[in-house]
């Protein structure tokens, strides 16, 4: 059911967007640049990171210090509509992400001039009300001692390090960097603090260039940065709509078959529950056994997932939350541990309850469910009936402050530290995913697709996935190869050991990204290393345990990476199948497809920032010239070419040399590219193309198949047909006799150029790709 109702009729959706990471060396001019790229590609509208003014240096834009401002690194004002008129010239319009959630404090504090007021004048400032503050005795604690300094004053100025504040210290209290501040955060982040949108002036204050530029044309859709922040999500994007009026999808992590909340103003969500469910399209549950007993075996975890995630949710408790813990109790007025307890037994990132109104019954359900797994860990006789009444049905600040909380706990528990703690296979690891759960049945995916909104987003790839699309495609090989993954896995782990709580997540990764060069390599396992944390962590390091990891990386790389090459190159064909599998899966089931940037063709990479290295469009951009055909100049496989002659004029060729990985793999032409990559780009263009010429609301109708194949129809003009479980397809000999029945008419495969009609064998269906789309002529 589309939630688009709830705030009247927005503006028309994009048919596809296209993610770009804007950097300070990544502009509105260089996305100019891309425009003619971008309309041959077939993309409707690009989706830019945040464009108001952040922190000059930052490479992702969440890190706000201006709203008036479109940011400066970028081209500023001037720079985005020249921007926008260029690409509004090749038919493409924006979409842009906006954060209502935070602002950052920077470093020095004085560069969020509204920030500095309130530090300056306190609660007296016109700032006042912008920010959620716990004012204690009229000051705001300040995390940021880390040591024995002195603060210095300079003028009327106190500065600690590069710290600055102003002097006299009247309304603040500088505090250990360690102990909570006196503000709500972004999760466990003290450096973002919470901006209250409730309040309407704030609202207008924070939105108005944005909106302005809505308003002007230059603006035609937007995405919202983690609304489960917010004191009042259905609130805040009722406000947005009835200011915008324009397609908004809410970055929204919606877990298992929990759904977005039908009275929330927007189009659907950025697409997280769409990539699960199609990453499970092509993992086999008969892999989950043998690749489970493995994992145990090496790593020592429990088998039961959810009591990870109970212990995960606990730590992080513990060493991040208790200031919102203490806010929390002193509103809520129960006893503290149990509302610690509840905390870590919410099984969603919100419960959705507001103050003043009839609990939904779905709402409490979770809340009460939540209580009883409290109940049972708790001592007898702890409140527990009382904590659950009161942030459900208590004061309002308890609703609110409950579920606010809930977000964070959930993302540090769950995100960035189960996920790193129990991974038999790692491309179930995924935001809002089920690491427990393999695979999925296609009648499942079918009744999914079924109830799919159409302005809601899809995705396979974004700025926040664990692993990209590729990698997973690879990973996911091993749920149909569990015997020879665990053989592989043997050999190298004689050769080269270091932490079991890690080597076996190390081994997933360093195959599926493979080749990956050591730095790049050793930047990912640190992180998961601080995530996990089983050894280390963000806020306790070991600078031996980092000496042995990296010498893990270098000894992993340099004795087993031939071996681990092969293994790769083996698996290529059938993590290519994937690959192309769930690219046309997501193009064209219902939804606005989004593309992450450059990911029309293979990219191997791992968690931000790797997924943010520049991207080469020189490359895609002779690739698509050739538009993948054999013995066209851009086609892999084509002969006489030496590369993409000149492509480093082209916007985003800043040093990256070709699709991350691609180079060396199987298949490689030995120009940065291979089959794989042109496949790819074709499925790409060719879905991108007919998705232009289909209705956004054409019905979903499920073709019957058999297991190694899930098919569809959307309306009465395209269809779509993608292998899965493709190493049990081979083994069991390939098609046979299957067949698939198409929809009456005379169909074309617009990969193959083959016509089609009737009941067609899968063997020649699918005889050139292991995916076809077909239009009606």
């Not at 922190?55 to 940011?71: L, Q």
């Not at 035609?220 to 994007?237: C, E, F, I, S």
């Amino acid at each position: 059911m589309s939630a688009a109702r709830a705030g009247g009729a927005a503006g028309a959706a994009p048919v596809s967007t296209y993610r770009l990471q804007l950097t300070p060396d990544f502009g509105f001019d260089r996305v100019a640049e891309l425009a003619p790229y971008l309309r041959d590609l077939g993309v409707s509208h690009v989706y830019l990171s945040p464009i108001l003014q952040a922190v000059p240096e930052s490479r992702h834009g969440y890190d706000v210090t201006d709203h008036s401002r479109i940011r400066e690194e970028f081209g500023g004002i001037e720079g985005l509509r020249a921007m926008a008129a260029t690409l509004a010239g090749h038919g493409i319009g924006i979409v842009v992400d906006i954060v209502p959630n935070h602002m950052t404090v920077p470093v020095p504090e004085s560069g969020n001039a509204p920030l500095w007021s309130v530090l300056a004048e306190g609660q007296a400032s016109p700032y006042a009300s912008w920010f959620d503050i716990e004012w204690t005795d009229g000051r705001v604690n300040m995390p940021v001692i880390g040591d024995d300094t002195e603060p210095v004053v300079d003028g009327d100025v106190l500065r600690y390090h590069d710290h600055a504040f102003p002097y006299p210290d009247t309304h603040y209290r500088l505090v250990d960097w360690r102990r909570g501040p006196g503000y709500r955060r972004f999760f466990d982040v003290s450096s973002l603090i919470g901006l209250r949108v409730e309040d309407p002036e704030v609202f207008d204050a924070t939105h108005r260039v944005i909106l302005d530029l809505v308003a002007e044309g230059v603006i035609g859709g937007l995405r919202v940065d983690h609304p489960d922040g917010l004191a009042d999500p259905r609130g805040y994007l009722a406000r947005l709509r009835a200011a915008s009026g324009v397609w908004t999808v809410a970055e929204k992590i919606l877990v298992g078959d929990e759904r977005l909340p039908d009275d929330w103003a927007c189009d659907g969500t950025t697409g997280y529950e769409a990539l699960n469910r199609i990453t499970g399209l092509f993992v086999d549950p008969a892999g989950k056994e043998p690749l489970v007993e493995e994992f145990l075996r090496r790593t020592g975890m429990p088998r039961d997932y959810a009591e990870v995630v109970y212990t995960a949710k606990k730590h992080v408790l513990d060493l991040f939350f208790g200031a919102e813990i203490d806010r929390l109790h002193a509103v809520v007025g129960t006893d503290r541990d149990t509302l610690a307890e509840l905390l870590a037994a919410m099984p969603v990132y919100r419960a959705y309850a507001v103050p003043g109104e009839p609990v939904p019954a779905a709402s409490a359900a979770i809340v009460e469910a939540a209580g009883e797994l409290a109940a049972a860990r708790l001592p007898e006789g702890a409140p527990v009936a009382e904590t659950v009444e009161k942030v459900l049905y208590g004061p309002a600040e308890a609703v609110v402050r409950f579920q606010q909380t809930c977000g964070p706990v959930m993302a540090k528990g769950v995100e960035d530290t189960a996920l790193y703690r129990w991974y038999p296979l790692a491309c179930l690891n995924e935001v809002g995913g089920e690491p427990d759960r393999f695979g999925g049945a296609v009648e499942e995916f079918h009744a999914f697709c079924h109830r799919m909104a159409p302005g809601a987003m899809t995705t396979l790839s974004t700025h926040d996935t664990k692993r990209s699309e590729d990698v997973r495609a690879r990973l996911a090989v091993l749920s149909e190869l569990p015997g020879e993954w665990t053989e592989a896995v043997e050999e190298w782990s004689a050769k080269v050991s270091f932490d079991p709580a890690l080597d076996y997540l190390a081994w997933q990764n360093l195959m599926a990204a493979w080749p990956i060069d050591p730095d790049r390599f050793f930047d990912y396992l640190f992180k998961a290393a601080r995530e996990a944390k089983t050894a280390i962590s963000w806020a306790t390091p070991d600078a031996s345990y980092e000496k042995g990891l990296r010498a893990f990386v270098e000894r992993a790389i340099g004795e087993c990476g031939p071996s681990i090459g092969e293994f790769a190159a083996r698996i290529e064909p059938y993590a290519r199948s994937n690959s192309l599998g769930q690219k046309l899966v997501q193009l064209m089931m219902p939804g606005v497809p989004d593309l992450y940037w450059g990911n029309e063709i293979t990219d191997f990479s791992l968690v931000d920032p790797d997924n943010r290295r520049p991207v080469d469009f020189g490359l895609r951009a002779w690739m698509l010239a050739g538009d993948g055909a054999p013995g066209s100049p851009g086609a892999a496989g084509s002969s006489g070419t030496a590369g993409p002659a000149g492509s480093t004029a082209l916007a985003g060729s800043t040093g990256s040399t070709g699709p991350a990985g691609s180079a060396g793999s199987a298949g490689s032409s030995g120009a940065g590219w291979s089959e794989w990559d042109a496949a790819k780009l074709l499925v790409t263009r060719r879905a991108l193309g007919l998705r232009r010429r289909i209705d956004p609301a054409a019905p979903y109708v499920p073709l019957e198949t058999g297991e190694h194949a899930v098919a569809f129809a959307r309306g009465e003009r395209a269809v779509a047909v993608a292998t899965r479980l493709p190493v049990g397809l081979e083994r069991r000999g390939g098609w046979g006799s299957e067949t698939l029945t198409l929809p009456p008419g005379h169909w074309r495969d617009l990969l193959s150029g083959a016509e089609h009609t009737g009941r067609i064998p899968m063997a020649h269906l699918l005889s050139h790709h292991p995916v076809a789309l077909l239009e009606r002529d």
